[in-house]
């Protein structure tokens, strides 16, 4: 498949600690696939570079296509994971969602 926008990365921010949602959200899943899966398969193919921005490079095992990118400042919420996708980002357009947001 051709990328949409070769000139985007897509970050998805998943290094939150889901402490409202009582598990991690990445993991939880919705006709019987994980979120996090949900939202690689939607975005791999639509852009030129697919970040998954974690507090620690070994929480999941990262899918094909992806890189993972550590957030600098853990806690900090969806603006800190923010700021370490548009340090790591290698193309001059850079988007965010969220690991919760799948049907986007």
Known sequence: MVSICDDMTVAVLAGGRSSRFGSDKALARLSGRTLLRWVVDHFRDRCGELLLVVD???RFVMPPGVR???DRFPGAG???????ALEEASRPLVACCAIDAPLL
């Open 78 to 84: 969806p603006l800190g994971g923010t700021h370490a």
């Open 68 to 70: 993972a990118v550590v």
């Open 56 to 58: 620690r490079r070994d």
